[in-house]
């Protein structure tokens, strides 16, 4: 089971790409010109914890999960 889950509340993201730059083996940009995570459940969290702190409108989230 994964250890954490990553929520990104797509209707926020304004696209700025701050995550990619901080974590761009996790995170990408779709094709409306938002920002996604490749994988949403994760064994570590890795460089993802910068890449929520690095968000400018907070809607990146991380749930440890166990």
Do not use: F, Q, R
Not at 49 to 62: F, G, H, N, Q
């Amino acid at each position: 089971m994964s250890k954490y889950k990553i929520e990104h509340d797509i209707d926020a993201c304004i696209g700025c790409g701050a995550c990619i730059s901080m974590c761009p083996d996790n995170w990408e940009m779709s094709n409306e010109g938002k920002a996604i995570p490749k994988k949403a459940e994760l064994d570590e969290i890795g460089c993802n914890e910068e890449a929520k702190d690095s968000c400018p409108v907070d809607c990146i989230k991380i749930e440890e999960t166990s």
